[in-house]
């Protein structure tokens, strides 16, 4: 991490700016005073005793700093020694959202564009909606949340008990499913709530700015990165941790996951079981020139790779999880050894007991299928095929420019 980036008042870190690396960077000043506070504290430790920085003021301040973790590749077909690194971002509070969630009200306060006390209102699948949960205990800001049928009902009753109002739509919207049918009730409660804000994690560019901490750790952590896997849903990761370990890497390669039935990247819309990554509409955050490459994984695969996760490392999460520890795994199958890949774990495995990790819902659904292939289908280009298994292209498109 660079410890000299600017800060809004080197007296005061906490001093209001509008400046959105300068926010990025008070935070980053804040982590490492209470390392050296907590290093000073324990100096009369034995030698090789260590403490890890764990005395926070407020909430907000638990996330980031995530671990990583090596994970050999999960078929058992290759050399024990290729894996890859795990970003466990299911470290944080309530997931890898927690990150946009603060950033995105910080950035909207310090410009003015929310006042104290204003509500929030955001459509969530779940995970930004615990983050802007906890942004909302933070700021002081009463945040609801509109979700559909598909929320888990562990989420729905923690967001309550942390204070957010879950407000649910019934019935999906005809072409842009429950994603649209979510935007379009955001609307009208922003118009029922004068003063309110909604942060628009499809297309806040705050939202990508969120992640130039989570790239700054891969760096410090694992130094030059070759390879970054990550899923994608509102694009806000994939192009916040790309942008910036490219700084340090102009060749990194990035690798987009996708799920089968998602539009994100060309597909047709169908339904989708797996939450999480994959959209019914186009989120103004994908940067699709930054990816060299896509994988759709279906349910099935996802699953098989978070059991597998679980029983070899205690290291699991949701369908994002499977389907980027999947594509991650091949890529360590099939580059050079001593390439460096790093993959975004986005959450943990809890809010997936009832479903990825309860065989009566995995049977019903027809989700044990047993190992997947060790490589994927390939198409030329999204348009060619509607992908119903892991699949692969190295053409990546963006479905708003083409012309029908």
């Excluded at 169908?270 to 939450?275: F, I, K, T």
Aim: hydrophobic content about 40%; glycine content about 10%.
């Amino acid at each position: 991490m660079n410890n000299n980036l600017p800060l809004a008042n080197p007296v005061n870190p906490t001093s209001i700016t509008s400046n959105p690396q300068i926010l990025l960077a008070n935070r980053a000043h804040r982590t490492l005073v209470r390392s050296r506070q907590t290093r000073d504290r324990y100096r009369l430790l034995p030698e090789g005793y260590q403490v890890t920085p764990g005395r926070n003021r407020h909430p907000g301040t638990m996330v980031g700093n995530t671990p990583v973790l090596w994970i050999p590749e999960l078929s058992g077909t290759s050399d024990p020694d290729r894996g890859f690194w795990a970003k466990l971002e299911g470290f944080n509070p309530g997931g890898m959202k927690d990150r946009p969630a603060l950033y995105m009200v910080e950035c909207a306060r310090a410009r003015g564009d929310i006042a104290p006390g204003a509500a929030i209102v955001e459509s969530t699948g779940g995970t930004l909606g615990l983050g802007l949960a906890l942004a909302g205990k933070v700021y002081r800001h009463p945040v609801t949340l509109v979700t559909d049928p598909g929320l888990e009902p562990i989420i729905a009753r923690m967001l309550t008990a942390y204070g957010a109002g879950v407000d649910m739509v019934t019935q999906p919207h005809p072409v842009g499913g429950w994603q649209q049918a979510r935007k379009d009730r955001v609307a009208q409660l922003m118009a029922e709530y004068p003063g309110a804000w909604n942060p628009n994690q499809y297309g806040n560019p705050d939202n990508v700015g969120a992640y130039r901490s989570l790239a700054l750790e891969l760096v410090a952590q694992l130094g030059r990165i070759d390879v970054l896997v990550c899923s994608v849903g509102t694009g806000g990761h994939s192009a916040g941790v790309a942008r910036v370990l490219r700084e340090f890497n102009p060749d990194m390669r990035l690798i987009g996951v996708d799920t089968i039935g998602s539009t994100i990247f060309g597909q047709p819309a169908s339904n989708r079981l797996m939450r999480g990554l994959g959209s019914s509409i186009y989120p103004r955050n994908v940067d699709y020139r930054a990816f060299d490459e896509v994988h759709w994984v279906a349910p099935p695969e996802a699953v098989w790779a978070c059991r597998s996760l679980a029983a070899t490392h205690y290291a699991s999460g949701g369908w994002s999880v499977g389907a980027v520890a999947l594509v991650a795994g091949w890529a360590a199958r099939n580059l050079p050894a001593d390439t460096t890949i790093a993959a975004v774990f986005p959450d943990g495995p809890q809010r997936y007991f009832d479903t990825i990790y309860n065989d009566a819902y995995c049977n019903e659904h027809e989700l044990l299928g047993g190992q997947p292939p060790t490589e994927p289908d390939e198409i030329a280009s999204p348009l060619d095929a509607v992908v119903t298994r892991w699949t692969r292209s190295t053409t990546v498109i963006d479905p708003t420019q083409v012309v029908s």
